[in-house]
């Protein structure tokens, strides 16, 4: 299963780019390259081309950050395996929860254990 990445808006795609000299738009680049390209039976495949089978992964932490001095929140999921972590952010995601029900019902049992 393809999974597909909710763009930023343009408008802030471009605001970010001009504030930080082109450097933010790098960072994202860099960040999603750890993100889940897709899913099938046999694994994961990361956006940097890292293929990983369900057994590597060892545990799921939920990561939740407040935003600023707000009550505002986001959270993301990071799938910790030998070489690494991949991060799962629904909110970022067409189907997010869909994805990440997909990949609990994979993911081995000590994994979701820890």
Partial sequence: MEVKIIPLNGCMQVF???????VAPLMVWLNERSWPKS????????????????????KITRVVTRIGNTSSTTEHF????????????????ENGQKILDYIWQRLPAAAKQS
């Fill in 16 to 22: 970010l780019a001009v504030m930080t000299l082109g």
């Fill in 39 to 58: 899913v099938d039976e046999q694994g994961l495949l990361t956006r940097g081309g890292v293929k990983i089978p369900w057994s590597d992964f060892s």
């Fill in 78 to 93: 990071e799938l910790v395996h030998p070489k690494g972590k991949v991060v799962v952010t629904v909110y970022r995601l």
